[in-house]
């Protein structure tokens, strides 16, 4: 094409020389020297013609290439903000979640196909004659009756006026018993055990002066007295670099009256920084009956950053996630009734209960481990937390006990005022 055009140009040029020479009468000389200048021209207008639309398809590539780049600078960030939202994600609870879940899912439905099979096999059984009723409420002579599971507690044998006389005396000091981790074995917090100096020198246990009915006196100023000795070796503690938990009695007694709840809280408040220390065990009963200003005051507790540990508890069968929101970190259940009638506590399987609270963040705690043939067996249901007089009983509280790492405790720190 190019050639063509240059041919043209030069037969122009050269027709363009002839019509000098012949219709203007320039020399031989001239004429030539007018068809070089009209090719030279005609040279030139062309290349600058072939200039320009060489500029414009470079502009034009340029700008496409710039779109391009634009396009792919966007998809990029796009591309980062997504990896970095997957990589923000913490993937491993949910994966344990799903794992949970499954889990649970099949233990479910392996407990329908037994309850399935157990039915068939009763069906499939022949019905026994029905017997006279004499004989059947019978009991053969010298069996042994089976014991209840659930004993029922005790009454206090210590009258309530001398409870309140021991106290205003200064006669109220606190023990403290491990709760150990499994397998190791390795202190990780500490239940404060009231127990109170008798006349003789002996020390009566909670249970024969805690009241059961009455007594929201005795049981408001004993907690607050344990509140003041938790703080106190919380900040001993953490002096020591280490911040072991906190069990601290609790009841409706305080929560419910106003002068004790505002104590409670302004304790909290001046003590932030060893506040998640502190967990405060009240029993199961008295946590499900409490009333709206009660769960008021539970939950400002929480938000100082305590939390709660029921005790005795009789049934799993419950709203965890409820407890979790509400700053319930551990159940505690008898362990012997939950390695022989695990059934009558919840219907998972043992081996997955635990499991399941633990993706709520709830801890199972096996309390009174009374025997070494327990621990294997709580071992295997994936319970993590244990105690009992097996593991390691109420004792004095040395001063040292809380930073050594589990050594057996001494002498008496110091006694609780009145």
């Given amino acids: 094409m190019q050639g063509l055009v240059y041919t043209f140009i030069a037969i122009s040029a050269a027709a363009a020389g002839a ?30 013609v072939l200039r320009q639309r060489a500029e414009r398809r470079l502009e034009r ?52 196909a037994e309850a399935v099979a157990d039915i068939e096999e009763r069906a499939a059984q022949p019905q026994p004659a029905p017997q006279p009723s004499h004989q059947a409420s019978a009991i053969p002579l010298g069996a042994a009756p ?17 409870v309140r006389h021991a106290l205003n005396e200064g006669r109220l000091v606190f023990h403290v018993q491990p709760v150990v981790t499994l397998p190791q074995r390795r202190p990780t917090g500490f239940d404060l055990v009231p ?9 009566a246990e909670p249970a024969d002066f805690l009241p059961r009915q009455g007594g929201a006196d005795v049981l408001r100023q004993l907690e607050s007295i344990g509140l003041l000795e938790a703080i106190t070796l919380a900040r001993r503690a953490r002096t020591g670099g280490q911040r072991p938990y906190l069990f601290v009695p609790l009841s409706r007694a305080t929560l419910g009256d106003g002068h004790s709840a505002e104590q409670l ?67 505690r259940i008898d362990a012997a009734r939950f390695l022989h009638a695990p059934e009558s506590l919840t219907d998972f399987h043992a081996a997955d209960i635990a499991d399941y609270l633990a993706r709520f963040g709830v801890i199972l705690l096996a309390t009174g481990v009374t ?32 930073l050594d ?11 609780a005022e009145g």
Wanted: aromatic share 4%.
């Fill in 146 to 162: 089976i014991p209840s599971i659930v004993s029922p507690p005790r009454e206090p044998t210590i009258p309530l006026e001398t």
């Fill in 265 to 331: 809280i302004a304790s909290l408040e001046a003590n932030r920084a060893i506040a998640p220390s502190l967990i405060f065990a009240i029993e199961e009963g008295e946590w499900l009956s409490m009333t709206t200003a009660e769960r008021a005051v539970a939950d400002l507790v929480h938000k100082k950053g305590a939390g709660y540990s029921l005790l005795a508890v009789q049934s799993l069968r419950l709203d965890v996630g409820e407890l979790a929101a509400r700053g319930v970190r551990s159940l």
């Fill in 195 to 203: 127990r109170l100096a008798l006349g003789t020198g002996a020390l």
């Fill in 61 to 112: 590539a340029i700008e496409e290439l710039s779109r391009l780049l634009s396009t792919d600078a966007k998809a990029g960030a796009v591309l980062g903000q997504r990896i970095n939202a997957m990589a923000d994600l913490n993937a491993g609870p949910r994966l344990g979640a799903v794992e949970a879940d499954i889990s649970v899912l099949g233990t479910v439905i392996r407990q329908v």
């Fill in 19 to 48: 019509a000098a020479y012949f219709g203007l009468a320039f020399t031989p000389a001239q004429a030539i020297l007018a068809a070089l200048v009209f090719g030279c021209i005609a040279v030139t207008a062309h290349e600058r």
């Fill in 371 to 402: 025997a070494e043939a327990q621990i294997p067996e709580l071992i295997d249901a994936r319970i993590s937390l244990v105690q009992g007089p097996h593991l390691g009983p109420a004792a004095p509280l040395r001063g040292d006990l809380l």
């Fill in 405 to 415: 790492g589990g050594r057996q405790p001494g002498p008496p720190l110091r006694r």
